[in-house]
């Protein structure tokens, strides 16, 4: 089946310490996308790709970091410069690298992840 | 840079009730897609509209476009507890989308 994957589903960290949050797509998919939900909160983009080796920051993209090796691949770090990293991490995938994006985004399943 | 807001942020409502969210983006937008979140869950993507004026129907669910399309409502009718959620509207920037502030609702049974 192709999807869109995200690992792990729960995620906790030492304050100080640096995660990866893993995302995944099957689904041939140009651009990926990772966005932030915080409880109540709408979805703040952190950084996107279009293409492979490529990526641009979007609106919160202070204290994390991100790299697209392969097209199916793009996972987040979490850095201890982020001053408050407990959240929602939800990663999305389109198809076009085009500039109007005229399809969907589709979304993995999320991490949450809680620093103790 | 460009923005989008959604009114109101929740909403309760009892069931049978008919439930509408608004959308406004700072720009105008090529297109408006919609998405709804159920608690826990991922954003699920419902609609596109596209052109200026449009309205799409699916089943209870109405969609408009507004005709300067800068903005965009999605109304409910008759809700039913299935339709508790999160529903984000999307607006597409440069290679990106923007995702609305998002309307919570919640229905009484």
């Known amino acids: 089946d192709g999807g869109i994957t995200q690992s792990p589903k729960y995620l906790f960290r030492k304050e100080g310490q640096n995660v990866t949050l893993s995302c995944e797509q099957n689904l041939n998919h140009d651009a990926m996308y990772w966005y932030r939900q915080d409880p109540g909160q709408g979805l703040r983009l952190i950084y996107y790709?279009?293409?492979?080796?490529?990526?641009q920051k979007g609106d919160i993209a202070e204290g994390y970091s991100v790299s697209r090796e392969k097209k199916e691949s793009f996972p987040l770090t979490v850095t201890s410069a982020q001053k408050n990293p407990t959240a929602f991490y939800l990663c999305a995938s389109s198809p076009p690298g085009q500039q109007v994006l005229n399809t969907e985004a589709f979304f993995g399943q999320g991490t949450r992840l809680t620093v103790v | 840079g460009q923005q989008v807001m959604q009114i109101p942020q929740y909403q309760h409502v009892q069931e049978g009730e008919d439930f509408t969210t608004y959308c406004n983006s700072s720009t105008t937008l090529s297109n408006i897609q919609w998405y709804k979140q159920r608690p826990g869950g991922h954003p699920v993507f419902l609609i596109q509209?596209?052109?200026?004026?449009e309205v799409k129907k699916q089943k209870r669910l109405t969609f408009q476009f507004g005709e300067a399309k800068k903005n965009s409502s999605l109304h409910i009718t008759a809700t039913q507890t299935t339709d508790v959620g999160t529903y984000f509207c999307?607006?597409?920037?440069?290679?990106?989308?923007?995702f609305g502030t998002g309307t919570r609702l919640k229905v009484l049974a």
């Open positions: 999307a607006g597409s920037g440069t290679y990106k989308y923007i």
């Open positions: 509209l596209v052109k200026s004026g």
């Open positions: 790709s279009q293409i492979v080796n490529d990526f």
